[in-house]
C-alpha cells in the first residue's frame, strides 16, 4: 500500500519524528562519548511519504518492469503468490513511485543527521555507519517482497564514514555482512571485541577497497509453516551467487 501526503510536515512523519529525536540526543550527548542507534520506518511498506516526495517522480515517467520469457515463474518450491501478485500495470508503477518516494524523504532525514553533526562539529570525531536490513524487489522475478535469496533482496546497501574510514568517498566489490559491523566499531572505537564473534573487522577495507578479502556471505530465508517449515540458503562469494 502506499500514500502521498500533502497535508503534513516532514517533522510530523515517523521518520521526521526520529530524526528530530535523534538530533535531541547529539545535542544533548556530543561533549562524551555515545554510540546512538537510529532506526528508520522508510521505504519499509506501506509506502508514505510527504506529497513534495511523490512530485519528484512523475508518474508517466515510471515504465512497469519487463522481464525475459519464463523468469517470471521460478520453481513452485520457491513462491506460491502469482507474478507480480497480481497486481496491474498501473499499480506496479504507483507502487515504484512511492518505494522512490519514500527512499528520498529518507535521505532527506539522514540529511538533517548529517547536517546535525557539522553544526555541533562532531562529524569529525563519530563513526557513522549507514545500512539497511536488505534489499526489496520491485517487479524483478516477478516479485514484489524481501524475503527471497536472490541478489536484489539478499544485497544491501551499507556505508561507513568517519573517524577510521581513510578510502573516502570510495567503494568496494568486496562480500562483507551485516555480522561484520560489531568488530569494525570495536576496532574503530579502540575497544576489544569479544571472542567468539562470527564477523570479521572491515577497517583493512575502509583504506583500500580493494585490499585482500576471500570471504563469502550467507543469507537464509524461512519457508512454509508448521510442520512444513525448511530452509533456503544462499552463499555469495565474488564470483557470484
Not at 528508520?40 to 512497469?64: G, N, S, T, V, W
Request: proline letters at 7%; aromatic letters at 10%.
Amino acid at each position: 500500500s502506499y500514500l502521498s501526503d500533502a497535508k503534513n510536515r516532514d517533522e510530523e512523519h515517523t521518520d521526521g519524528k526520529v530524526a528530530t529525536e535523534t538530533i535531541a540526543l547529539l545535542e544533548k550527548n556530543g561533549d562524551r562519548s555515545f554510540f546512538i542507534g537510529a532506526g528508520f520506518y522508510r521505504p519499509h511498506c506501506p509506502f508514505i511519504a510527504p506529497q513534495k516526495y511523490f512530485d519528484m517522480y512523475p508518474l508517466d515517467r515510471i515504465e512497469a518492469p519487463t522481464a525475459a520469457p519464463g523468469s517470471l515463474q521460478p520453481p513452485a518450491a520457491w513462491f506460491t503468490i502469482p507474478p507480480n501478485w497480481d497486481v496491474s500495470q498501473e499499480g506496479q508503477r504507483k507502487t515504484i513511485q512511492a518505494y522512490y518516494a519514500s527512499i528520498t524523504f529518507l535521505d532527506a532525514n539522514i540529511g538533517r543527521l548529517l547536517d546535525a553533526l557539522d553544526r555541533l562539529k562532531l562529524t569529525d570525531n563519530t563513526i557513522i555507519v549507514f545500512m539497511s536490513d536488505h534489499g526489496y524487489h520491485l517487479g524483478e522475478r516477478g516479485q514484489w517482497m524481501k524475503q527471497t535469496l536472490f541478489e536484489r533482496s539478499a544485497r544491501a546497501p551499507m556505508m561507513i564514514a568517519g573517524v577510521g574510514v581513510t578510502a573516502k568517498g570510495r567503494a568496494t566489490t568486496r562480500i562483507v555482512e551485516f555480522v561484520d559491523i560489531y568488530p569494525t566499531l570495536a576496532e574503530l572505537s579502540g575497544l576489544p571485541a569479544p571472542a567468539g564473534l562470527h564477523g570479521r573487522s572491515l577497517k583493512p577495507l575502509l583504506g583500500n577497497p580493494q585490499a585482500a578479502w576471500d570471504h563469502p556471505a550467507l543469507t537464509q530465508v524461512r519457508r512454509g509453516a508448521g510442520d512444513a517449515t525448511f530452509m533456503g540458503y544462499s552463499v555469495r562469494t565474488d564470483r557470484g551467487g
